[in-house]
C-alpha cells in the first residue's frame, strides 16, 4: 500500500497506551526516556526493557549490551523476550524482534509491555506500580454427585422455547443456481 505509513498497515497504535505505558517504564526503572525521542526509538535497542525486566526480578537479564553494533542491540532485545517468559508472561504475549528493531509492529510492543505489567501482579515480592488490570484469578468449585444429579432433570429455559415451531419451510436468501452443462 503505497503512501500509507507502516504503522497504520502493520497495527493500529494506541498514543494513549503507549504514553501509559511509557510512565509506567519510567517510574519502574526510575528514569525518563531520552527527550526528544519517539517511543518505539527509545525501546529499540532493547536496554530500557532489559533494565526494566531487571528492576522487576534482579539478574534476570545476566547481560545487557550497552555498545556495540545492531547484532548485539537485537540481542538485548531476545534476552528481554526470554526474561518475560522466565517472569510468567505467556509466549503468545510476546512480540517478535523485527516487530520492534524494523518499528513493523509498535503495538504489539506496547501489548507485551502490557502483558509484563500484568504478570507484576503474580509475584507479591513486587509493590507496584502496576500496569492494566489485575488478571483473573482461578474460582475452583467442587460439586457431589448428588448436585451434579439435580440439574440433569431440568429443562433449560435460557434459551427460550419455541412452542414446536421447525424451521422446514423457512428460505434465507436468493436459492442457488447450479446449471449443467453450460
Known amino acids: 500500500m503505497p503512501g500509507r ?17 511509557q510512565h509506567w517504564i519510567e517510574t519502574v526503572i526510575g528514569e525518563k526516556f531520552p527527550a526528544g525521542h519517539l517511543y518505539e526509538d527509545c ?9 526494566l525486566m531487571n528492576r522487576l526480578s534482579p539478574g534476570i537479564v545476566p547481560k545487557i549490551n550497552t555498545s556495540g553494533g545492531d547484532y548485539k542491540m537485537m540481542d538485548n532485545i531476545n534476552q528481554f523476550q526470554k526474561a518475560c ?42 509493590r507496584g506500580p502496576y500496569l492494566g488490570p489485575r488478571p483473573a484469578e482461578e474460582n475452583r468449585r467442587e460439586f457431589t454427585e448428588e448436585q451434579l444429579r439435580a440439574g440433569e432433570g431440568l429443562i433449560g429455559l435460557q434459551a427460550g422455547s419455541n412452542k414446536g415451531a421447525t424451521q422446514t419451510g423457512l428460505n434465507f436468501g436468493a436459492t442457488r443456481k447450479i446449471l449443467l452443462g453450460k
Not at 5 to 21: H, I, M, N, T
Not at 43 to 51: A, K, P, S, T, V
Open 5 to 21: 505509513p507502516l504503522w497504520q498497515v502493520a497495527g493500529k497504535r494506541d498514543r494513549d497506551q503507549e504514553r501509559e505505558a
Open 43 to 51: 525501546l529499540r535497542d532493547g536496554i530500557l526493557l532489559c533494565r
Open 85 to 126: 517468559i522466565k517472569y510468567g508472561v505467556a509466549d503468545v504475549d510476546l512480540f517478535q524482534t523485527t516487530d520492534l528493531w524494523d518499528r513493523k509492529n509498535v503495538a504489539l510492543v506496547t501489548t507485551t509491555i502490557f502483558a509484563v505489567g500484568r504478570a507484576c501482579y503474580r509475584h507479591p515480592e513486587f
